[in-house]
């Protein structure tokens, strides 16, 4: 049924999900599965640093699209973490990439990732890295009193959903149906409300372009303003929604990164 219900916001990207790594790559991964409360079995890689000794665990939670956790392989993520000292935990949400169907919490499959991150590498701190869709849920996943992530970075995150999906009339209108039957889980998953209640963390750094319309640098300033942690909102000019890594900015959104997470896990 959820299988179903999703077609309208993420059909096109329901696919079978393939593998970016080179075969002579792929032995550096572990692959990984934890069952989420979503109801989805969540898959996962997990890669080492490449440096002698690790700093943290970072897990990556992906945008919307059919690289699901490809993305931040094929895009030089992992490849940039790994290389300054950083485990890194890639994963499909549910009903993404490799992960099976579960509901549309989301949110539950980051803090069972998290969970599972903790489990991989207990002696060292979990970061989070969250982009569009991976970083709006993680926002309720924050909320959760058993998720296990000391630090965080959200990029480009709506602060709602409507004001996400009324970009695409279809799916705007199978949500407000939603919406209407389901009151109490609408306020549930209201990400701008939810930030307020995190726990943990003891930081957020946030980045959003000043030119994307679809998750405005307004947006960005309504969870800084809600964050009951210290939050700091870093902007680039020009760039298309979730892919400042290909864009103008991108040797100071790398070091940006690095600089933040550095800053979580030495001295």
């Not at 949110?107 to 590498?121: H, N, R, Y």
């Not at 569009?132 to 909320?143: D, E, N, P, R, V």
Request: some cysteine; proline content about 4%.
């Amino acid at each position: 049924m959820y299988k179903i219900l999703k077609k309208p916001f993420f059909g096109r990207f329901m696919v079978k999900w393939q593998n970016p790594l080179p075969l002579e790559q792929q032995s550096e991964w572990q692959r990984l599965q934890t069952r989420s409360k979503s109801g989805g079995i969540i898959s996962a890689l997990f890669a080492k640093a490449l440096t002698e000794k690790a700093k943290a665990t970072i897990v990556l939670g992906h945008p919307m699209g059919k690289e699901a956790k490809g993305y931040f392989i094929k895009n030089g993520y992992t490849d940039l973490l790994r290389k300054n000292g950083y485990n890194t935990l890639v994963f499909d949400i549910n009903g993404f990439g490799e992960s099976t169907h579960g509901n549309f919490s989301y949110f539950e499959d980051i803090v069972a990732i998290g969970i599972k991150a903790c489990e991989l590498t207990p002696d060292l701190p979990i970061g989070y890295f969250g982009i569009s869709l991976g970083g709006q849920w993680a926002t309720i996943a924050f909320a959760d009193a058993t998720h296990k992530y000391d630090f965080a970075i959200i990029e480009s995150a709506a602060t709602s959903l409507p004001e996400f999906w009324i970009h695409f009339p279809v799916a705007y209108k199978v949500l407000m149906v939603l919406n209407f039957f389901l009151p109490q889980y609408k306020r549930k998953i209201n990400m701008q409300e939810r930030i307020k209640d995190a726990k943990r963390l003891k930081s957020m750094q946030l980045i959003y372009a000043m030119n994307d319309d679809w998750t405005p640098v307004s947006m960005g300033k309504v969870f800084e303003k809600n964050s009951p942690v210290p939050t700091n909102l870093w902007t680039v000019k020009n760039a298309k929604h979730a892919n400042i890594m290909k864009s103008e900015h991108k040797t100071e959104y790398e070091e940006k990164i690095i600089q933040y997470f550095n800053s979580q896990t030495e001295g």
